[in-house]
């Protein structure tokens, strides 16, 4: 699920609007092909929804549930009951504005099924308890949906951005990765191919180089003029050459869109990672800690010294990235 200032997305198909004013917010939901196929935020009469309205910084708080009962691919049985004993349930209940049988598409419950209904329908926060605790989260065709981290589907972020076909992307893979085997973004370089049909590949500069090219030569002639006029062609290297203990920071690779033959995005990976030019209170900070700049997710306790180190890395190789950024951006 995506929320936006102009509406929300829920999977690859499904898509709605904001409507109404503040005190009535409504969503108006954009008809897929099959105007009259089953559409998880639609009313089967083509009404807008009233849904349960959230401020941004609910909004917020919710996208940073990353322990709970759910976890998406890696949801299961033994951690939901383990936490929701625990009560570490960070996720929310949101309200969609609409039973299942006011989508269009659904099938009309049996007689069995609206008996075995009723005592949820009365004992409605215990029953979404249990269903916690037993690892069962009913789909988005139900009124309440279960949200949590959207780091557990797709955590480099990149997803909804390839959706709409940005011309350049920046993905800032700051992802608990301290061998740099780029698991997140595998996962995200699947899905993008699955649900979008665009094809991400990494450019590689590395024989052109030693054959004598220089700057964006060695990129080859598809690099546009607007991306050569804001980076530092030295500073992007082979993206398997980024670790903590490599020679470059940043990558760039470029996306195709259903077999075209000329890219129509262009993606600029920029990676937690040393080089050994970084000031020197960076570099002695990674002698001391093993896992800089790669610390796991469970360390939430940022020190002054970890914290300035961290933020230290990160102006470094964005000013030794975008050294060549145009002044009127």
Not at 154 to 176: F, N
Not at 226 to 241: E, F, N, Q, V, Y
Request: with cysteine; glycine share 10%.
């Amino acid at each position: 699920m995506a929320v936006g200032p102009e509406g929300v997305s829920i999977g690859r198909q499904y898509h709605a609007i904001w409507t109404g004013g503040q005190g009535n917010l409504t969503l108006q939901a954009i008809p897929t092909q099959d105007p009259n196929g089953f559409h998880v935020l639609a009313d089967k009469d083509g009404n807008s929804v009233r849904v349960e309205p959230l401020r941004l910084g609910q909004w917020v708080g919710i996208s940073g549930a990353a322990i709970g009962t759910g976890e998406g691919y890696s949801t299961s049985l033994p951690m939901s009951l383990l936490f929701g004993l625990a009560n570490i349930r960070l996720g929310y209940w949101w309200n969609s504005g609409l039973s299942p049988m006011q989508r269009p598409g659904c099938r009309a419950p049996s007689v069995w099924q609206r008996i075995k209904s009723i005592p949820a329908a009365l004992f409605r926060a215990q029953s979404m308890i249990l269903s916690e605790f037993r690892s069962y989260f009913r789909g988005p065709a139900e009124r309440y949906w279960y949200l949590s981290d959207g780091g557990h589907f797709e955590v480099t972020g990149i997803y909804e951005l390839v959706r709409r076909r940005l011309p350049l992307v920046i993905l800032l893979d700051a992802s608990d990765d301290p061998d740099y085997h780029y698991g997140d973004l595998a996962r995200c370089t699947r899905l993008i191919r699955l649900d979008f049909g665009a094809h991400l590949e990494w450019l590689d500069p590395t024989e052109a180089r030693k054959s004598g090219a220089k700057g964006w030569e060695a990129f080859g002639n598809s690099v546009p003029d607007w991306i050569k006029a804001w980076a530092d062609p030295d500073m992007i290297g082979r993206r398997d050459t980024i670790s903590r203990s490599g020679v470059c920071h940043s990558a760039l690779g470029e996306i195709r869109y259903d077999g075209a033959d000329k890219p129509a995005t262009w993606v600029v990976l920029i990676k937690a990672s040393l080089t050994g030019d970084e000031s020197l209170d960076v570099l002695q900070y990674s002698t001391q800690d093993i896992y800089f700049p790669n610390s796991p997710s469970t360390n939430q306790f940022y020190g002054d010294v970890e914290w300035e180190s961290y933020r230290a890395l990160g102006d470094h190789i964005g000013t030794k990235l975008f050294t060549n950024r145009p002044t009127d951006l």
